[in-house]
């Protein structure tokens, strides 16, 4: 509908586009249809938007280009909730989720923006690293929390952030059959501090990811995920966990949009 | 316990390996620690039972070794449910999870199996086509059902066989949240098969797998789960939907006993 009510015999017409108020958000990438990589509903269609800006330095992040500020600066667009969602909406049609990554999406107050995809029917999954709690995280309909491991270099964050973030989710979500705590493996230091968090956290859902390098081979990924296995599969510690290599890479490699 | 109590002054010892009583069971293969490569529960720890025999005769079945009768005649250990245990426990520890996997598993009487493994603090895990329900597929802890899509040349069969099964599957298994209907996928035909499968079991979790071929390269299988992904990404009847690459054939490939 874009026109207001007649006023004194004269149609006043609306811009088809809403005007562009209210705060902006910076995002990298809008893309999909394409399928979770990671996580709880790995497997499953969805969206995905990208937001720029972290708290976080990992020493093998693969979105670095979403993290440093001026990479942000200069690629970011500013949207607003509404544009995002027409964004969306504008992508061929599919997927019943969008997910939303980063960077570290929980760096912005998205609460606005879960509230409109759910209105539209569209559940949300986030993925955050567990350093910044915001209420919103209680409304979506999908948490996965991935505490960075040693490998990262961000141990001292972890540290001093943690605690406090999964003290506020397990208050906000005690409802955890489509949330989960995910680790990123690369090797036996990664295995032991994912161990000590499920210990700390038991009634989260357990997941391990196994690490994966931009442009190694698949086959070195292979080699690392059978490494894995046949790590956990010895391990009492990891019984209830459930370890995946990167769906979306095994499928596409490093490829971004996809 | 190795002791009778006393009659007449003279102790009976008992032998320390039950005696073979009972029905028995033609068993390939015991096997584990290992990793479930399929279904809700992929990517957990568990060991593995692999009987053999099977009603149907797949076209591509990874397993043909447990399906013909003349090689579960010449190769099958006859086990009764206490030895089938004891196999397992003398493995390494670990794992939580045991899976029934064959052949078809629910052509064999498993319900004292199942109990007994319970007893244990071992959750079963069952996956059969759908073809033949048993009341014991009403006690295990997880069951996927993996009705057979059009490329295993088996369609009269499903036809004839899944409807009744799947009624028996729905009054007995209310809760679903561990179980669910996998269809392999090779081609667009079996994606209209999994799709109908889905539509006429909605109440039921919904996986893809993606077909494998014993002896092709990892990037050929990458290929195929690339492709099943663009698929079900863009169609709106696989929204709900996860599709996975076989967990066990991306670390290991094809290996036995892995």
């Given amino acids: 509908m874009n026109q207001l009510p007649i006023v004194g015999g004269t149609p006043v017409v609306m811009p088809k586009e809403p005007l562009v108020l209210g705060r902006t958000f910076p995002v990298m990438e809008v893309f999909g249809p394409t399928v979770q990589g990671e996580g709880v509903v790995a497997g499953l269609p969805t969206y995905f938007v990208r937001f720029g800006?972290?708290?976080?330095?990992?020493s093998w992040c693969d979105s670095m280009?979403?993290?440093?500020?001026?990479?942000?600066?200069?690629?970011?667009?500013?949207l607003t909730a509404h544009q995002i969602v027409g964004r969306i909406k504008a992508l061929d049609a599919g997927p019943e989720w969008v997910t939303?990554?980063?960077?570290?999406?929980?760096?912005?107050d998205l609460g606005e923006l879960v509230k409109l995809f759910q209105g539209q029917g569209i559940r949300v999954a986030v993925e955050t690293q567990g350093s910044k709690w915001r209420s919103?995280?209680?409304?979506?309909?999908?948490l996965t929390i991935s505490p960075k491991p040693p490998s990262s270099g961000m141990a001292e964050k972890v540290e001093a952030d943690l605690e406090g973030f999964m003290y506020e989710?397990?208050?906000?979500?005690?409802?955890r059959w489509q949330d989960c705590l995910k680790v990123v493996v690369f090797d036996d230091e990664?295995?032991?501090?994912a161990a000590r968090v499920f210990q700390r956290f038991p009634t989260w859902p357990r997941f391990l990811s196994c690490g994966t390098v931009i442009d190694e081979s698949l086959s070195d990924l292979a080699n690392r995920y059978a490494w894995l296995l046949g790590r956990i599969a010895h391990d009492q510690r990891f019984a209830q966990a459930r370890a995946f290599p990167q769906l979306h890479v095994v499928a596409?490699?490093?490829?971004?949009?996809v």
Same sequence: chains 1, 2.
């Fill in 53 to 58: 800006l972290c708290d976080y330095r990992c």
């Fill in 252 to 257: 596409w490699g490093h490829l971004k949009g």
């Fill in 100 to 108: 939303f990554s980063g960077g570290n999406p929980a760096v912005h």
């Fill in 65 to 78: 280009h979403a993290v440093e500020p001026a990479s942000v600066k200069a690629n970011a667009e500013k």
């Fill in 190 to 193: 990664d295995l032991d501090f």
């Fill in 169 to 175: 989710a397990s208050l906000a979500r005690p409802n």
């Fill in 136 to 142: 919103w995280l209680g409304d979506v309909n999908c």
